[in-house]
């Protein structure tokens, strides 16, 4: 089934548009894995879904993967608990797994995601997140990642049309505004033309995964969204009791960074925004960075 907003593009529909073919759950299981029968409840047999099955396989090839790192690596994350180096808010499109992207072992990765990369202050979820992984985790980084083809950002430059009337429909559309608001207000010329094009032909068809306005707009929503965290009340009051010298707060010296990632190729790009305590860095790795 599809389901299509009043407004436009599906972020699920938008999904398998860009996808190229679908893939397997697991790249490392078998190809024909078949279903798990088990004896239930009064002699009877139980069939568990494939999908779950694969789940059940990939915990056990995780947790045998784990010794790699030794036989008790587990058990010290879990007795000696966590000192992640780095916060992550990316989207929470299946494609985009941070660990995975990243080749990181667990306790390397504070996270939290949500449609299209979203921090606002007034969100309690990410703020407390943030507010967590700062001042008690003492993280060295919070990375803020968007990437190419992302369905809330192609869901944004469609014509907004009727008011949405399904609760799921209003949910989406509220939390994208933000993202309609740079669209409209970006003066990035491969988005200036999308919206002069736009207002000759409306259309709800779904931007390509190489539209220039797209892969655009998704660079300049990470820039908003790093901008967001900079200026939020929890890294301005950091910053302040750093330069104060106060033994208040945590006295990690934070950096905020957007970057985005290439579902198509697995490339990270820096773009270029980097926020510390100092103000603005425009090399903060060694990611390829981007021309804009």
């Known amino acids: 089934m599809k389901f299509c907003f009043t407004a436009g593009i599906s972020l699920f529909c938008y999904a398998s548009i860009v996808s190229a073919a679908p893939r397997p759950l697991f790249a490392a299981a078998s190809k024909d894995l078949g279903s798990t029968t088990k004896a239930g409840h009064h002699g009877h047999s139980h069939k568990y879904p494939a999908e779950i099955q694969e789940l059940f396989k990939g915990n056990i090839a995780f947790r045998k993967n784990m010794t790699n790192h030794g036989p ?47 921090f606002h202050e007034e969100d309690l979820t990410t703020n407390a997140v943030l507010s967590y992984a700062v001042e008690t985790l003492a993280v060295k980084h919070v990375i803020l990642m968007g990437h190419y083809g992302c369905g809330g950002v192609a869901a944004a430059m469609a014509p907004l049309g009727e008011k949405p009337t399904h609760p799921a429909h209003c949910a989406v559309q ?95 790009t820096d773009l270029g925004i980097t926020f510390g305590p100092s103000g603005l860095i425009e090399d903060g790795s060694p990611f390829k960075k981007s021309k804009y």
């Open 72 to 118: 008790d690596f587990l058990k010290s994350l879990a007795v000696d608990g966590q000192k992640p180096p780095f916060m992550v808010i990316d989207c929470s499109d299946s494609r985009s797994s941070e660990e995975a992207i990243f080749s990181v072992k667990p306790g390397t990765m504070f996270t939290t995601g949500n449609i299209a990369n979203q």
């Open 174 to 268: 509220e939390w994208i505004k933000p993202i309609r608001d740079v669209y409209q207000r970006s003066e990035r010329p491969e988005i200036i033309a999308h919206r002069k094009k736009m207002l000759k032909s409306p259309t709800q068809k779904a931007p390509g995964l190489h539209d220039p306005a797209f892969r655009a707009l998704v660079e300049e929503n990470v820039k908003a969204n790093v901008r967001r965290i900079a200026d939020s009340a929890v890294i301005q009051d950091h910053f302040a009791a750093l330069s104060a010298g106060s033994d208040e707060l945590q006295k990690t010296e934070v950096h905020i960074h957007g970057w985005v990632y290439d579902i198509e190729n697995g490339e990270v």
